[in-house]
């Protein structure tokens, strides 16, 4: 067990949806990281937070968007789904992430997102 | 801008065998280099890194890595595998004061009895 949550583990919906992803770090750590895995694409990095502060962006959509709240938990929002947004949606979670990319990035379980 | 190639998308291997998953990587500067282990149905989880220092790397579960620069490699291997082994394998490489991890495509290692 990392101490990475995610909810849910599984999301089913339609296209055209919005969904929201929910992610809980560590405790202690102050980065977020979110990633997408899929068959045809490997593993994405998508945008990491610091903080409440957005540090780096991949190769994030702009149907997508994040935030981390003061609590530090992350909400990964996804909008106008299409069938090729399913995939398994990570998140990650490190101590630092303003100069310190020796961290080690501890990740959780996943959500599986099918889009019908 | 990086990359990381894993050679090998499937590598096959009877119990207690030796094993080498490769890795190369290219990048314009210094960088990290990692192995993350995905077992079925679960996240990812560190195996090892490559900071600095000894290019030799141990990590967890019996695996090492090496790194090597001139060839821009960092292959993993583990001398006796056991079954419990099998799982999917990425190598991933990481600037040195970047933030964005690139992961290569992953190597399924299956363990046979």
Redesign the interface.
């Known amino acids: 067990d990392?101490g990475?949550t995610q909810t849910p583990k599984h999301l089913i919906t339609a296209t055209g949806q919005r969904v929201t992803l929910r992610c809980s770090p560590r405790s202690g750590d102050l980065?977020v990281?979110w990633?997408q895995q899929s068959l045809d694409q490997?593993?994405?990095?998508l945008i990491?937070y610091y903080n409440g502060e957005e540090?780096?962006k991949?190769n994030i959509l702009e149907r997508f968007s994040a935030q981390q709240f003061p609590d530090l938990h992350s909400e990964l929002n996804l909008s106008s789904l299409e069938l090729g947004d399913s995939a398994l949606y990570?998140c990650?979670s490190s101590v630092g992430?303003w100069?310190e990319?020796?961290d080690?990035?501890?990740?959780?379980?996943?959500t599986r997102l099918t889009v019908l | 801008a990086q990359s990381v190639t894993q050679l090998d998308s499937q590598v096959p291997v009877f119990e207690e065998a030796p094993v080498e998953l490769r890795c190369n990587y290219s990048s314009s500067v210094s960088v990290?280099l990692f192995w993350?282990v995905q077992y079925p149905?679960?996240?990812?989880?560190?195996l090892l890194?490559y900071?600095s220092g000894s290019t030799l790397v141990k990590g967890i579960n019996g695996f090492e890595a090496e790194f090597n620069k001139s060839q821009t490699s960092f292959h993993l291997r583990k001398p006796s595998v056991h079954i419990s082994d099998t799982a999917e394998y990425?190598c991933a490489v990481?600037?040195?004061?970047?933030?964005?991890?690139?992961?290569?495509?992953?190597t399924r290692l299956f363990v046979k009895a």
Do not use: D, H, M, W
């Not at chain 1, 490997?42 to 990095?45: A, H, I, M, S």
């Open positions: 990392s990475v980065s990281y990633y490997g593993l994405q990095f990491q540090r780096a991949g990570f990650a992430g100069g990319s020796t080690t990035q501890y990740f959780g379980p996943g | 990290y993350y149905n679960q996240g990812l989880q560190l890194k900071l990425f990481r600037n040195t004061g970047g933030f964005k991890t690139i992961f290569g495509a992953g």
